[in-house]
C-alpha cells in the first residue's frame, strides 16, 4: 500500500466545462480508497478558475480523508494562474512528475 499511487493526467484545458469531469474521476478514486493522487499538467497548458476550484476541492477531500495530493508538471501559463491565484502556497505543486511521486511515496 505504501508504494501504490494514482495519476490523473487531463489534457488541453481545465476550465468549466473540463473540470467536473477531472473532479468526479478524482473524487471516486479517493471514495474507493485512493489515498495518494498526482494530477500531472504536462499536457494542459490551460487552466480557468473553476480547474482552479475543482483541484482545490479534490485537495479538500483529499486531506479530509488523510491522503496527499501532489500536481506536477505545470506549464508557465498555468504556473502563472496558480501564482496569482495564491493556490501554490496551499496545494503541493511541483515541477517535475519525478519530484511529485517521491513526495507523494514519502512515509
Do not use: N
Not at 34 to 58: E, H
Not at 84 to 106: K, P, W
Amino acid at each position: 500500500m505504501a508504494d501504490e499511487l494514482d495519476i490523473i493526467s487531463p489534457q488541453g484545458r481545465l476550465d468549466a466545462e473540463s473540470s467536473p469531469d477531472l473532479a468526479k474521476q478524482a473524487l471516486d478514486m479517493i471514495d474507493k480508497g485512493s489515498r495518494r493522487l498526482l494530477l500531472d499538467f504536462k499536457d494542459l497548458y490551460y487552466v480557468s478558475s473553476a480547474g482552479l476550484r475543482a483541484a482545490l476541492a479534490v485537495a479538500k477531500r483529499m486531506s479530509e480523508v488523510g491522503g496527499r495530493v501532489a500536481i506536477s508538471s505545470i506549464s508557465p501559463q498555468v504556473a502563472e494562474v496558480m501564482d496569482v491565484s495564491g493556490l501554490v502556497m496551499i496545494l503541493d505543486v511541483h515541477t517535475s512528475a519525478e519530484t511529485a511521486r517521491a513526495r507523494l511515496l514519502e512515509d
